[in-house]
T-cell receptor
Framework: KAGVTQTPRYLIKTRGQQVTLSCSPI?????VSWYQQTPGQGLQFLFE???????NKGNFPGRFSGRQFSNSRSEMNVSTLELGDSALYLC?????????????FGEGSRLTVL | EDQVTQSPEALRLQEGESSSLNCSYT??????LFWYRQDPGKGPEFLFT???AGEEKEKERLKATLTKKESFLHITAPKPEDSATYLC????????????FGKGTHLIIQP
């Protein structure tokens, strides 16, 4: 059974640019969550989607957005990149209706902002 | 504000030397306490979920326990392959549905 797939795995952007990250959940999982991981702050919740609806959003500015498609695949977008957005962005899928059951994480997309 | 604090930040043990990792939490109405393992360059891997004080769960050399304020991850006779960062996370009923993670304990088991 294929795990959670995230693309791209690595990317480098410059300040002011925007970036789109993609996540394909485990087949049959309809809940997708996104987390940002940095050495200083650890893992922080970005948002959660279920059946194409954003169920909740963490404490991040409006530059961070996401969406989920009918096939449960999800994307997140960060606009007007700042140096502090450099991080590992992790996607997780879950069978639970609310995404905070057992989460299955992808390997992440490592974003470097120069 | 929900908070999860893990200690120690780092721990180095000899192979076979048992120890415990601590996770203290302050959340509004705990709905679940989770333990994950993260290897370098990988996403976190689910280990356990605990729901109520007094609950215990075991998997191989790991045992997780839960009280009303803390959770412990006990590692018995660890092996080098147990080296990883162990993350604790809480799901509260009072705020965002996402998990609140601690910053992890980086565990090194020396042969």
């Amino acid at each position: 059974k294929a795990g959670v797939t995230q693309t791209p795995r690595y990317l480098i952007k410059t300040r002011g640019q925007q970036v789109t990250l993609s996540c394909s959940p485990i087949s049959g999982h309809r809940s997708v969550s996104w987390y940002q991981q940095t050495p200083g702050q650890g893992l922080q919740f970005l948002f959660e989607y279920f059946s194409e609806t954003q169920r909740n959003k963490g404490n991040f500015p409006g530059r961070f957005s996401g969406r989920q498609f009918s096939n449960s695949r999800s994307e997140m977008n960060v606009s007007t990149l700042e140096l502090g957005d450099s991080a590992l962005y992790l996607c997780a899928s879950s069978l639970a209706v609310r995404g905070t059951g057992e989460l299955f994480f992808g390997e992440g997309s490592r974003l470097t902002v120069l | 504000e929900d908070q999860v604090t893990q200690s120690p930040e780092a721990l180095r043990l000899q192979e076979g030397e048992s120890s415990s990792l601590n996770c203290s939490y302050t959340v509004s109405g705990l709905r679940g306490l989770f333990w994950y393992r993260q290897d370098p360059g990988k996403g976190p891997e689910f280990l356990f979920t605990l729901y109520s004080a007094g609950e215990e769960k075991e998997k191989e050399r790991l045992k997780a326990t839960l009280t009303k304020k803390e959770s412990f991850l006990h590692i018995t006779a660890p092996k080098p392959e147990d080296s990883a960062t162990y993350l604790c996370a809480a799901h509260s009923g009072g705020g965002a549905d996402g998990l609140t993670f601690g910053k992890g304990t980086h565990l090194i088991i020396q042969p």
